[in-house]
């Protein structure tokens, strides 16, 4: 079946702009996490959701970031007044539930360059 | 906080050689621990993971052991091939959390080569 995709798959913005990054999980995962990749770093967590609720939003790393899963299945990733240290990619996860043996799965990622 | 430390990179082995990439981590209670792997131009792909102490988990000739009490969980092959050649992530996930984030290492390059 279908993975988890985003899109865009790259984005390129001049700095200032904003910007929406888009995940379908897999159908009926009802968790669903984003994380930032920096080059050459390791996966950080951003956020998370189950179903429509944003449990945790702990790691967006300013009032400029925003995440949405209005239905409880596609979520947004919002970046407003974008900044040159938001260059990364942007990794969206889906789990069937969120219990501690529900594997994650990655969608490709979108790479955000900031110019 | 919980924390992943892995060894740098890159690890240039030839072909049929023996790989090892260590792991250790910090976390309080009895964390989940996972490898990732990094094709080239793909996403994040699970490998293996282990869920509590004394574990193993193995995949496509991939092992690591949970080892609670040097807190570790390297990555080792028998014998590798040119395929392998991708970024592993070593992460763990806490226990009875709300979230069950997973917190990663930077990553190890590795290149096989023929």
């Known amino acids: 079946g279908a993975g988890v995709s985003q899109s865009p798959r790259y984005k390129v913005a001049k700095r200032g702009q904003d910007v929406a990054l888009r995940c379908d999980p897999i159908?009926?995962?009802?968790?669903l996490f984003w994380y930032q990749q920096a080059l050459g770093q390791g996966p950080e967590f951003l956020t998370y959701?189950?179903?429509?609720?944003?449990?945790?939003k702990s790691g967006l790393p300013s009032d400029r970031f925003f995440a949405e899963r209005p239905e409880g299945s596609v979520s947004t990733l919002k970046i407003q007044r974008t900044q040159q240290e938001d260059s990364a990619v942007y990794l969206c996860?889906?789990?069937?539930?969120?219990?501690?043996?529900?594997?994650?799965?990655f969608g490709p990622g979108t790479r955000l360059t900031v110019l | 906080g919980d924390s992943v430390t892995q060894m740098e990179g890159p690890v240039t082995l030839s072909e049929e050689a023996f790989l090892t990439i260590n792991c250790t981590y910090t976390?309080?209670?009895?964390?989940?621990l996972f490898w990732y792997v990094q094709y080239p131009g793909e996403g994040l792909q699970l490998l293996l993971k282990?869920?509590?102490?004394?574990d193993k988990g193995s995949n496509k000739g991939f092992e690591a052991t949970y080892r609670k009490e040097t807190t570790s969980f390297h990555l080792e092959k028998g014998s590798v091939q040119v395929s392998d050649s991708a970024v592993y992530f070593c992460?763990?996930?806490?226990?009875?959390?709300?979230?069950?984030?997973?917190?990663f290492g930077t990553g190890t390059l590795l290149a096989v080569q023929p």
């Open positions: 282990a869920t509590k102490a004394d």
């Open positions: 959701f189950q179903n429509e609720a944003q449990l945790d």
């Open positions: 159908s009926g995962h009802v968790s």
């Open positions: 976390a309080t209670g009895y964390p989940s």
């Open positions: 992460a763990l996930r806490g226990y009875g959390g709300a979230t069950n984030k997973l917190i």
């Open positions: 996860a889906s789990s069937l539930a969120n219990g501690n043996y529900n594997e994650q799965f």
